[in-house]
């Protein structure tokens, strides 16, 4: 069976290779986009199982990628990430179909155990 794969989707090069190294480890493939349209291009060529999605980023931030996702449809379980609490934006994520969210600086393990647990189900 092939490894499961994940990619984070992030414009801050630090947490993209914290995620890599972590999940690495557990024997998934990862794939680092630092933008939205980088995002779509591994997202059609690779068809990721599992997208951590960083919220605010330069030129297409994460709700726009998740409204374009929706019109491929692209079946990738979204794990939503944000520096920032806005509450309106992290309910639109949802109603977009992001199965959960963390706030950064997010831990590291809880993170993982989401990731894990979104995967097996």
């Given amino acids: ?14 947490i993209r290779i914290l995620i890599k190294e972590v999940f690495s480890k557990d024997d998934f493939e990862v794939f680092q986009a630092a933008n939205g349209k980088q995002a779509l ?10 997208i951590l999605l960083d919220m605010k980023m330069p030129g297409m931030d994460g709700l726009e990628l998740l409204r374009r996702l929706q019109l491929v449809s692209c079946r990738s379980k979204v794990i939503m990430m944000t520096a920032y609490g806005e509450l309106d934006m992290l309910d639109e994520a949802t109603k977009l179909g992001a199965r959960a969210h963390f706030t950064k600086p997010f831990d590291i393990e809880e993170l993982r155990s989401e990731v894990i647990r979104q995967l097996v189900s």
Wanted: cysteine-free; charged content about 35%; glycine content about 4%.
């Fill in 1 to 14: 069976m092939s490894p499961k794969k994940i990619l984070v989707v992030d414009d801050q090069f630090g």
């Fill in 41 to 50: 291009e591994i997202i059609s060529l690779e068809d990721p199982d599992l």
